[in-house]
């Protein structure tokens, strides 16, 4: 994988963010009713347009940010323990690498509770779409980081900051988007939230194969 690959996955984050605030057309904050609707009222109402253009706008940002979340974990596997730790033992090696490859689920709950918070204050859509370029700013500087050779143990320092940042990132979009589909006035929520959690599959599967040399089952 080469540095290249890692910086435009992060910057195709960038990409999704903008076509998210362009496609969601989800009011702001001040525009919301905080009224709650009944339930006959939902069951009576179809879906939306807005509803289904939000849904798909969140799960294209759902796949490509969790495609830089696993696309960490090939890199921790077949590259971190070479560029970032160099230490005798291969063994050891690997498991720091794995250890900064954790880090970014510790920070995932984290950034659920940070980044609900504030889309509770300034609205889901100007928080999701930060979230996305939080993850593609962060995966662009783990591609241009140097390496240990180069500027010591600043390097995996560094790689583990960055790796928090993504954590942060998924956390906060993954809380956001389902209550971003959730909140559109659908009789279905169930439904059309359903749709986060199958893209993290493909999500997987994008980011084991963009390297050819990582094992597979």
């Not at 969601?24 to 879906?47: D, F, N, W, Y």
């Amino acid at each position: 994988m080469s540095r290249n690959r890692r910086a435009t996955a992060g910057l195709s984050c960038v990409a999704a963010a903008t076509w998210l605030s362009v496609s969601s057309g989800v009011p702001g904050p001040k525009a919301r009713s905080t009224a709650i609707p009944r339930a006959s009222e939902l069951a009576s109402s179809p879906p939306t347009v807005t509803t289904r253009k939000v849904t798909a706008a969140v799960t294209v940002g759902t796949v490509i940010e969790w495609y830089d979340f696993f696309l960490y974990g090939t890199a921790a596997a077949l590259i971190f323990p070479k560029l970032f730790f160099p230490a005798g033992d291969p063994a050891t090696s690997a498991l720091l690498s794995f250890a900064t490859f954790a880090t970014g689920f510790a920070a995932r709950p984290l950034g659920g509770f940070l980044f609900g918070h504030l889309g509770d204050r300034f609205g889901r859509k100007t928080v999701l779409i930060a979230t996305l370029v939080l993850m593609a700013v962060a995966t662009v500087g783990v591609g241009l980081l140097p390496t240990y050779s180069q500027i010591g143990v600043a390097a995996p320092i560094l790689l583990v900051i960055l790796r928090v940042v993504q954590g942060l990132g998924t956390g906060g979009e993954w809380g956001g988007a389902a209550l971003m589909t959730k909140e559109n006035g659908s009789r279905r929520p169930g439904f059309f939230g359903s749709f986060l959690s199958s893209a993290v599959s493909p999500a997987s599967s994008s980011a084991r194969s963009s390297t050819p040399d990582c094992p597979r089952s």
